[in-house]
């Protein structure tokens, strides 16, 4: 069994200052991470994964996360928000297998003011 | 090419009517999928294809019915549709897959999501 808290709904920054999703997981196997990113009325994109190599990962839109496997998290951090990056993201958790069905996170709205 | 394409990008319908929602990819991934995605809430899982052939039904409703007539194509057929069926639908596919449920076909799973389609039901 696996499965995705992301601990905050919503996260408000300024543009400019560093932004911080944070994400738990939990999972009975070698579970593979992922951060994804839906902007309004779009479908998801990949950010970044985690599957089991470098636990700092580096994303798209200098995006990286770090997973702490001592911790069972999987934090999403950017070092300076732009307006852009105003977005739902998702973390999502699933086992390094073949096909594969992904356990989502409930979600958190980046809100980003000038 | 590295995405996945969805026709149409919006659709009205009654609910008496039959329409289909199209999903296109050719990047070689064995695995497509169709999810269900209401407002400010993640994408439910619908349906997976693995190798053309459908491996998990989500316990959906029969009034969709998805279809996968090779490869690179996936449809989703709509008929009788009820209002709280509205919602954005979302095709994704994934490199791995599973041939007759034993062992696994692919070297990793993230999955590649395209643009949705809207619906409405009136």
């Known amino acids: 069994a696996q499965s995705v808290t992301q601990l905050d709904s919503h996260v408000s920054v300024s543009e400019g200052t560093p932004v911080l999703l944070r994400c738990n997981y939990s999972?009975?196997?070698?579970?593979?991470l992922f951060w994804y990113v839906q902007h309004p009325n779009k479908g998801l994109q990949l950010l970044l994964k985690?599957?089991?190599?470098?636990?700092l990962v580096k994303g798209i839109n200098g995006f990286e996360a770090e997973f702490k496997k001592s911790e069972t998290s999987f934090h999403l951090t950017k070092p300076s928000a732009h307006m852009s990056d105003a977005a739902e993201y998702f973390c999502?958790?699933?086992?390094?297998?073949?096909?594969?069905?992904?356990?989502f996170g409930k979600g958190t709205m980046l809100l980003v003011s000038p | 090419d590295t995405e996945v394409t969805q026709t149409p990008k919006h659709l009205v319908m009654g609910m008496t009517n039959k329409k289909s929602l199209k999903c296109e990819q050719h990047m070689g991934h064995r695995a497509m999928y169709w999810y269900k995605q209401k407002a400010k809430k993640p994408p439910e899982l619908m349906f997976v294809y693995s190798y053309e052939k459908l491996s998990i039904n989500e316990s959906v409703p029969s009034r969709f019915s998805p279809e996968c007539p090779n490869s690179s194509l996936l449809n989703l057929h709509l008929h009788a549709l009820q209002p709280e069926d509205s919602a954005l639908y979302l095709c994704?596919?994934?490199?791995?897959?599973?041939?007759?449920?034993?062992?696994?076909?692919?070297?990793?799973?993230?999955?590649?999501f395209g643009p949705g389609t809207r619906l409405t039901v009136l």
């Open positions: 994704a596919s994934s490199p791995g897959g599973r041939r007759g449920g034993g062992g696994s076909g692919g070297s990793y799973n993230e999955q590649f």
């Open positions: 999502v958790v699933t086992m390094n297998s073949g096909y594969s069905t992904l356990t």
């Open positions: 999972s009975s196997y070698s579970p593979s």
């Open positions: 985690y599957t089991s190599a470098a636990t």
